[in-house]
């Protein structure tokens, strides 16, 4: 499953606009032993093992809806660096004490990553940011806006990442590339800033949620877990 800040990212931009609201490929020589990290998630440690780093692409995903925000003309109300060593509460607790003066996390919009190209996942090397969702509501993406199809494309990466590790049939990648498909036909102009934040996070959670249900079955021995399958019917 994803990290504590993503879920209160995640659940945040489920109450900051309407619905239509961790993870690159090859893991980098520089990122945290996440084996010994007990703050990474199942799904996290078994895609660095398998060649693809979830929370890098996921991290990607937030970089771009950042700069989306940011290019729009909408000014931060707060950014909170990581602290290198500080756990996920510590860092949940800073976010929630720095928006207070400005309505809370309910009334603001909210991203949070480590920078690509830095140390990664449990380093100081990145931040939780927030804008007004009001302010986002009310700002629309432009035609072709470049900002807007990185965001796309960060997606899409995420997904096909995550496909590549649980297939193309899951019915979570099947309704992820189908939304993918649906908000990509005009690259997202015409909708507001909040609302694309909503989309793109809220689509690529079931594929990260099942990624980390097949991970969690074969290494604590849930249903899919080798020793618990029938032997194959040997043929006649």
């Known amino acids: 499953m994803a990290s504590p800040i993503i879920n209160a990212i995640q659940q945040t931009a489920a ?16 990122a945290p032993d996440t ?8 799904a996290e440690i078994a895609s660095e093992k398998a060649g693809v780093n979830l929370h890098a692409s996921f991290a990607k995903l937030q970089e771009a809806l ?6 729009s003309g909408v000014r931060r109300v707060v950014t909170v660096p990581f602290q290198h060593g ?19 996390i309910t009334a603001n919009v909210l991203s949070s990553f480590h920078r690509s190209g830095e140390r990664g996942f449990g380093s100081g090397d990145g931040s939780t940011q927030a804008w007004r969702a009001e302010d986002l509501r009310k700002t629309v993406i432009i ?7 990185a965001a796309l494309s960060a997606a899409r990466s995420l997904v096909n990442k995550i496909a590549g590790l649980i297939g193309d049939e899951d019915k979570t990648i099947v309704l992820a590339k189908s939304q993918l498909a649906l908000i990509s036909k005009h690259n997202m102009a015409g909708m507001h800033v909040a609302d694309a934040f909503t989309a ?7 594929p990260l949620q099942a990624v980390a249900r097949k991970h969690n079955d074969t290494k604590k021995e849930g249903p899919g877990h080798p020793a618990l399958k029938a032997p194959r019917a040997k043929k006649s």
């Open 143 to 149: 035609k072709n806006d470049p900002n807007a199809i």
């Open 15 to 30: 109450q900051t606009a309407p619905a239509p609201q961790s993870p690159q490929a090859a893991p980098q020589d520089n």
């Open 86 to 104: 500080q756990d996920t509460a510590g860092h949940i607790s800073d976010v929630a004490a720095a928006l207070q003066p400005h309505g809370g």
């Open 35 to 42: 084996d010994n990290d007990p703050s990474a998630s199942d």
């Open 66 to 71: 950042t700069n989306l925000a940011d290019e």
């Open 200 to 206: 793109l996070n809220s689509l690529v959670v079931p």
